[in-house]
């Protein structure tokens, strides 16, 4: 089993920067890929990016495509999401989680299995 922890949300104004953070305990860091994805209010879970267990593979939503860094450190068990020229509509609580899958980075929420409990990052306009 994983636990994971998300730190780092805030608000910050349209322009800004945030690094989000995810520390993981339990299992074998790095015996998974990881993944960020969001939720705004009213609004499906959708995936931000994603990294493999490794670090090799790294794939971005369009939305955050060029503002959006995911990297992982598996000494430090974490999971980072440097978010750049934030926007009003990268609103949302943030989430990441875990996948046994190593050959790819799932970009839907099935195919992983923990969960952290979640970080809010509110941008004003």
């Known amino acids: 089993q994983v636990q994971l922890l998300e730190s780092g949300g805030g608000l910050v104004q349209a322009g800004g920067s945030l690094r989000l953070s995810c520390a993981a305990s339990g299992s074998t860091f790095s015996n998974y890929g990881l993944g960020w994805f969001r939720q705004a209010p009213g609004k499906e879970r959708e995936f931000v990016a994603a990294?493999?267990?490794?670090?090799?593979?790294?794939f971005y939503a369009d939305s955050v495509k060029g503002r959006a860094t995911i990297s992982r450190d598996n000494v430090k068990r974490t999971v980072y999401l440097q978010m750049n020229s934030l926007k009003s509509e990268d609103t949302a609580v943030y989430y990441c989680?875990?996948?046994?899958?190593?050959?790819?980075?799932?970009?839907?929420?099935?195919?992983?299995?923990?969960w952290g409990q979640g970080t809010q990052v509110t941008v004003s306009a």
């Open positions: 989680a875990t996948t046994p899958v190593l050959s790819t980075v799932p970009v839907t929420t099935t195919p992983y299995q923990y």
């Open positions: 990294i493999s267990w490794a670090g090799g593979i790294t």
